[in-house]
């Protein structure tokens, strides 16, 4: 059974900074591109940063130049570094990855919230 378990969410101030982290676990052949998503309250959820196997990495405007995506991929862990936080960051944070087994699938986390008060 194939899991995703993110941690490090919690409470921040405006202009402060959390970590998140995202690990992979279960019986699986490969990961191949990894990412992160948030959902605030009424809204639907939006892509915050991606990162391919190779290193690659693509972000939502809204977000560019103050978090950072990475990955671990001896642990099997993707990271998000977020700096700078704003008010408007207050969601809920899920990881997904894109897991080979006998084919590709998509596997999310549970999520973890993120709130930043100002």
């Known amino acids: 059974q194939v899991q995703l378990v993110e941690s490090g969410g919690g409470l921040a101030q405006a202009g402060g900074s959390l970590r998140l982290s995202c690990v992979a676990s279960?019986?699986?052949?490969?990961?191949?591109?990894m990412g992160w998503y948030r959902q605030a309250p009424g809204k639907q959820r939006e892509l915050v940063a991606t990162?391919?196997?190779?290193?690659?990495?693509n972000y939502a405007d809204s977000v560019k130049g103050r978090f950072t995506i990475s990955r671990d991929n001896a642990k099997n862990t993707v990271y998000l570094q977020m700096n700078s936080l704003k008010p408007e960051d207050t969601a809920v944070y899920y990881c997904?990855?894109?897991?080979?087994?006998?084919?590709?699938?998509?596997?999310w986390g549970q999520g973890t919230q993120v709130t930043v008060s100002s």
């Open positions: 997904n990855a894109a897991m080979y087994i006998s084919r590709w699938f998509v596997y």
């Open positions: 279960g019986s699986f052949f490969s990961i191949g591109a």
């Open positions: 990162i391919t196997s190779g290193g690659s990495t």
